[in-house]
């Protein structure tokens, strides 16, 4: 019966084909099925025709056939090629070849479902870490027995984001990336990954809970991702290493990153510290073994182990990020306990000048900038420090820049403050005493917040001092003010110093905090000495005189005794 279906849908295609060919005055070369055929899109370019049984798409101006296997080299303008075989039609393998890194985003095959029994192998390369190159199967997609997908790029992703369906073992290898974002309710086989990093967006995504799941090995991690927040049914089994252990800040083996599609995704190319951060609740609902110690981390709010924990091994949470986990397992015989676990914060310092490279730091990281970098951008709970060099600057509401090393000067192109100005005042010249910003653009502070301290104890202010915290060149006018501090504005120190904030200070256009007054010192300890010097002298020898007395006092009592 098999065997009948097969030669029929192959005859069927046929002659969908033949006519397609027979349109445009060309006639195809027959070949037997299991021969490689490879996407062109010449047909496309013509007449926007980018439906597979249309031969002149393919290279030969041969149609495929079941069976065949379908390669889809580089291609740069088309790239989105439709099945339109009848549903159901089986492939052998497919193939995503493409030898010019960067010229495009890769593969995108929709239409209707097919199936495969050769596996799926990718050898794109092009894409970076922060925007990896998709290739896209968009139909769903039955696997007919035991079956490989291999990704050779580490910044490369194959991604099925239609149905999987069938009960065949299916083994990813490689470097890149697996997004399984279907339900694959209907999945019952069994998921195992031997490298890189599988990421599901969906409940079912590695079938049910009643499913064999996902085995996550050796150097493959596995992560929760999306744009929306899912509970996760399926079972997992994570052991050994992730597929990066080295660097600052390496793949967590266990990651949840529900966040990851929103409005403040890193900058492609960019030095990334953190993730966007998101306030979503994800629940792992499936039964989760323990192979060995792995990590975690995620920008997920939290990520609550809800089903049961097994395994006589433990789970560290990697620094630097803002998600919580949350074990409250049914079941749990691991070796941690339920309770809520945080990351602690991660710091660097970066020392060389890399001119060219965009920095982005989000939430729980402290970068220390003595070197110099490309546009920089602080994003909620980021602090930046030091005395180094930036292009422009973007402090984001919630975030912090802190110039220098207690305190200093930080250098920056353009810069947009809406987060938090830290300024500390030690003494009265820039970058030794007091904290600035050198600008060499624009300024504009609307909504940005200052928070003035008095570093190391310093008292010795006096009327009239001023400090430029900003030193603006040019003549260009600072844009905006600073939260509840207009110009002419007052605000006090936390000893009674009152200082006042102008966006006209300097050589006309510097933010200038000026010290308005100072606390009156009172007229006790050394004031009343200096202010009453002959009445504090009599006082003292009285005292003397009359300790003497007591002290003589006591003697005789004490012979008396």
């Known amino acids: 019966m ?43 370019l013509n007449t926007s025709d980018m439906n597979m049984t249309t031969a002149t798409n393919w290279s030969g101006n041969v149609a495929p056939v079941a ?53 799926i192998t990718d050898t794109t390369t092009g894409g970076v870490i922060e925007a990896p190159l998709f290739n896209i199967i968009d139909t769903p997609i039955t696997f007919t027995g035991v079956q490989t997908i291999t990704e050779t790029d580490q910044y490369s992703a194959v991604a099925l984001t239609s149905q999987v369906t069938g009960s065949s073992n299916l083994t990813f290898n490689g470097a890149g990336a697996l997004y399984l974002v279907a339900d694959n309710s ?15 967006g969906d409940t079912n995504s590695v079938g049910t809970s009643s499913g064999l799941g996902a085995v996550i090995n050796d150097g493959a991690d596995f992560d929760l991702f999306g ?47 953190g993730g966007p951060a998101d306030t979503s609740t994800v629940h ?9 110690d792995i990590t975690f981390a995620g920008t997920t709010g939290q990520t609550v182990i809800a089903g049961p924990l097994a395994g006589a091994h433990t789970i560290t949470m990697l620094p630097g990020n803002t998600g919580k986990l949350v074990v409250a397992s049914s079941n749990n015989t691991s070796n941690l306990p339920n309770g809520t676990y945080g990351s602690a914060l991660f710091t660097k310092t970066l020392s060389d000048s890399q001119a060219s490279t965009e920095l982005d730091v989000y939430g729980n990281n402290t970068v220390t900038l003595d070197g110099q970098r490309g546009n920089t951008t602080l994003y909620t709970g980021a602090v930046l420090k030091g005395s180094g060099t930036t292009r ?66 310093f008292k010795d202010f006096k009327q009239g001092q001023k400090f430029t915290i900003i030193d603006n060149d040019g003549s260009d006018a600072i844009t905006g003010t600073l939260a509840n501090l207009p110009e002419g504005a007052t605000f ?22 000026a010290v308005q007054s100072v606390p009156a010192t009172p007229d006790t300890g050394f ?33 008396r005794r």
């Open 67 to 119: 069976g065949d296997n379908l390669v889809f080299p580089d291609n740069p303008t088309c790239r989105t090629p439709v099945n339109d075989f009848p549903a159901g039609t089986s492939f052998g393998s497919i193939s995503f070849t493409h030898p010019q890194p960067g010229t495009y985003d890769g593969t995108t095959l929709t239409g209707n479902a097919l199936a495969i029994t050769g596996g």
């Open 2 to 44: 098999r065997r009948f279906k097969r030669v029929a849908s192959l005859a069927a295609t046929s002659v969908v084909a033949f006519s397609s060919l027979l349109s445009v005055g060309i006639m195809p070369t027959a070949h037997a099925a299991g021969a490689t055929v490879t996407w062109t899109g010449n047909e496309c």
């Open 492 to 513: 006090k120190l936390d000893n009674g110093t009152v200082l006042g904030i102008s966006y006209k200070g300097g050589d006309g256009n510097d933010v200038v905090l």
């Open 186 to 200: 209907t999945y019952t086989g069994q998921l195992t990954a031997n490298g890189g990093t599988v990421l599901v």
């Open 284 to 292: 792992m609902t499936g039964s989760i073994t323990l192979g060995s």
């Open 392 to 457: 422009d600057l973007i402090v984001n509401t919630g975030a912090t820049v802190a110039p220098g090393h207690s305190p200093g000067c930080l250098n920056s192109g353009n810069l947009t403050l809406n987060g938090t100005y830290q300024v500390e005042i030690g003494g009265t010249d820039p970058c030794t005493g007091y904290d600035q910003i050198k600008v060499t653009g624009t300024v504009d502070v609307t909504n940005g917040n200052l928070d003035a301290v008095r570093y190391n104890d």
């Open 527 to 559: 004031g009343l000495v200096a202010a009453h010097p002959l009445t504090t002298l009599a006082g003292t020898v009285l005292a003397s005189g009359m300790l003497v007395g007591l002290a003589q006092a006591n003697r005789k009592g004490a012979f």
């Open 227 to 273: 744009c929306t927040a899912f509970d996760f049914a399926g079972n997992l089994t994570l052991t050994g290493n992730s597929s990066l252990i080295v660097g600052d800040q390496p793949n967590p083996k266990l990651g949840s990153a529900i966040s990851s599609c929103g409005g403040t995704a890193p900058t492609p190319g960019a030095e990334v510290y």
